[in-house]
């Protein structure tokens, strides 16, 4: 019975199940495939075999879990610190959706793990930066979600921003969950869905652990605000499965 159970387990998180059954109507423009994650390679693949329109795109994942896809180019970066292969492919992926337009479809492929694959540091911020942070976020105890409230506020396509640039392109993300509670904002510090927390959040945080962050980012969370993205959620749409 337990061996049964653990089987519908792995068969109710298969990929290609949960993409099959919930694909969105094709674009009059253009198709573009963008992701992060450990498993973002596979969701690529099993998106190719079901996707019967022409696509593009790019999706980063973790060093040794690439795969092979014919249309959508795979990346492989470090995780959980960031490096410079993972900087490159955000940067990548921000050229891609900027162009788009009405017509455009833009597919998400979000899994955990990507938080760490897309680095992308704020304004003055740097990858050091961000790896600094990253390993004393990984230290501190505190659990994915409020490490991820925090990473939110240090990058410009981390809680919703990658659906900002994507504007005003549909957007329909794919997620695979690592996260209890499965909120899709949490995963990866979802790229393309705004995450329901604040500047202020971050801060306090950062004091009830205890957290000593470089002098930069710290003068970052207190003085530089972003543009809120609450409103993407009318543009944005997202389909999730437990992993």
């Given amino acids: 019975m337990l061996t049964g159970l653990l089987h519908e387990a792995i068969r109710a998180a298969d990929p290609a199940a949960a993409i099959s059954s919930h694909l969105p109507s094709r674009p009059k423009g253009r198709t573009v495939v963008i992701g992060a994650g450990k498993a973002s390679a596979h969701m690529a693949q099993a998106l190719e075999c079901v996707w019967d329109s022409p696509m593009s795109g790019l999706v980063v994942t973790r060093y040794g879990h690439s795969v092979p896809t014919r249309q959508i180019e795979i990346v492989e970066a470090a995780h959980p610190i960031p490096d410079e292969a993972g900087q490159a492919a ?35 911020l740097t990858l050091d930066d961000e790896r600094q942070t990253n390993r004393a976020l990984l230290n501190s105890g505190m659990p994915i979600g409020a490490m991820n409230k925090i990473r939110n506020e240090l990058s410009f396509v981390k809680g919703g921003r990658l659906a900002m640039i994507a504007h005003p392109a549909r957007v329909h993300t794919f997620v695979v969950s690592d996260v209890a509670g499965d909120d899709p904002a949490m995963i990866a510090s979802g790229p393309t869905i705004p995450m329901e927390t604040s500047r202020e959040e971050a801060r306090r945080l950062v004091e009830l652990y205890g957290i000593s962050l470089p002098n930069c980012v710290q003068t970052h969370l207190e003085h530089v605000l972003f543009i809120p993205v609450r409103s993407l959620r009318r543009r944005s749409s997202w389909r999730i499965r437990l992993a």
């Fill in 90 to 124: 955000a940067e990548r992926i921000v050229d891609l959706l900027r162009p788009l337009d009405e017509d455009d479809l833009v597919i998400a492929l979000i899994s955990g793990g990507g938080s760490a694959l897309l680095p992308a540091p704020f304004g003055e």
